[in-house]
């Protein structure tokens, strides 16, 4: 074997050293990856298929330039969900980052390549920062199961909305005997029909498509009431203090730990998941004025969840209408105490999110 010169055992030492930064722009059946030194100065480029495979072949890759200190990706909520998945068990520090605005892009242009370069770079310069959720746990659990209870909710409310176009335009003896009826009755009812075997006769065609609907109805409630069923269980059972608190029922805990993730120890305090779920008031001072504004950002499903339990605490909490006094009486207005209990309502959330958490994770 022919020995190893000088130069060339410099060259490896440096390697063996050299700290790389990745980047990787995802899709649904491959990822491009791009890796830097610590300078910014891109060593290489590849593009890997979207497999566990893939995944293997990518950090290899990556681990060949040196040793590895993060890789932002993009899309690790949705086609990077696997690949970020793969690093953080490698122990690889894993950057969520967001897509490049419309401007940079108009100026550099669009590619795979550029994507992934751009992804390197915004994890190297710590432009982006944020940990991806680990989607290891229960918060991916009711992530699926929260998904398929809003398809079949969507479902049933089309299904309705069509049965009653249809009884609007069905022949008049069929309308009239079915408009006084409502509610469950009205589905009952449309599912009993007897449409005969001649489609031809518009009464037997309206029959029919009325009991298909109302069947579809049926089937769909079933499956709103069992998937609720499951939500419930399984939110008290992971989230006993957060469905404790005022207000809170299964599914606003569950919708706050799905916005968390199942680490939400990355989030690391109380303002910053206020941040998350856009309900931490926004600095909008200028010169002698000194104000905040209203924080339209963040995820809304948190922030209509938390909405939704500040009505009820409204409604129903001693305390909080003590409090709604007190501050009408200071002269602000309703809205901006809603603002103000939303984020008291936050806090309360993330300390007893994050103790839950902790506590399931001892018992696993």
């Known amino acids: 074997m022919a020995e190893t010169s000088m130069t060339d055992q410099h060259h490896i030492v440096d390697r063996a050293h050299q700290s790389v930064t990745g980047g990787v722009d995802t899709h649904k059946n491959t990822h491009t990856a791009a890796a830097l030194d610590g300078q910014g100065r891109v060593l290489g480029?590849?593009?890997?298929?979207?497999?566990?495979?893939?995944?293997?072949?990518?950090?290899?890759?990556?681990?060949?330039?040196?040793?590895?200190?993060?890789?932002?990706?993009?899309?690790?909520a949705s086609y990077g969900a696997g690949l970020a998945r793969h690093l953080t068990g490698q122990g690889v520090a894993v950057v969520e980052v967001n897509q490049p605005d419309r401007h940079t892009r108009r100026r550099r242009g669009k590619t795979d390549t550029q994507d992934a370069i751009n992804a390197a770079h915004a994890a190297l310069s710590g432009r982006a920062e944020a940990i991806p959720k680990a989607g290891t746990g229960p918060a991916a659990s009711l992530t699926a199961l929260r998904a398929a209870l809003g398809s079949a909710v969507k479902s049933r409310t089309a299904a309705l909305n069509q049965l009653d176009a249809l009884i609007v335009t069905a022949p008049a003896a069929l309308r009239e005997s079915l408009t006084p009826l409502s509610g469950q009755t009205l589905i009952t009812a449309c599912a009993r029909l007897r449409p005969g075997t001649d489609l031809t006769s518009?009464?037997?065609?309206?029959?029919?498509?009325?009991?298909?609907?109302?069947?579809?109805?049926?089937?769909?409630?079933?499956?709103?009431?069992?998937?609720?069923?499951?939500?419930?269980?399984?939110?008290?059972?992971?989230?006993?203090?957060?469905?404790?608190?005022?207000?809170?029922?299964?599914?606003?805990?569950?919708?706050?730990?799905?916005?968390?993730?199942?680490?939400?120890h990355r989030i690391g305090s109380d303002a910053s998941f206020a941040h998350l779920c856009g309900t931490a008031p926004i600095d909008a001072s200028?010169?002698?004025?000194?104000?905040?504004?209203?924080?339209?950002?963040?995820?809304?499903?948190?922030?209509?969840?938390?909405?939704?339990?500040?009505?009820?605490?409204m409604r129903h909490c001693p305390r909080t209408r003590a409090y709604i006094n007190r501050r009408t009486t200071e002269g602000l207005p309703k809205r901006h105490i809603i603002r103000c209990l939303k984020r008291y309502v936050t806090r309360e959330i993330y300390h007893a999110l994050t103790t839950d958490i902790a506590n399931l994770t001892t018992t696993t």
Do not use: C
């Open 45 to 76: 480029t590849r593009t890997f298929p979207a497999s566990t495979a893939g995944y293997t072949a990518l950090s290899v890759w990556l681990a060949e330039f040196g040793t590895v200190t993060a890789v932002g990706v993009e899309g690790t």
């Open 202 to 264: 518009p009464t037997a065609g309206a029959k029919t498509a009325l009991r298909r609907l109302a069947r579809r109805v049926q089937q769909l409630t079933t499956e709103i009431d069992e998937a609720k069923a499951d939500l419930q269980t399984l939110t008290h059972q992971i989230l006993p203090a957060t469905t404790a608190l005022a207000g809170v029922g299964p599914d606003t805990a569950a919708q706050m730990l799905i916005t968390a993730g199942d680490n939400p």
């Open 286 to 313: 200028s010169g002698r004025s000194d104000r905040h504004r209203l924080n339209r950002g963040g995820d809304r499903h948190a922030n209509a969840a938390i909405y939704r339990t500040v009505i009820v605490r």
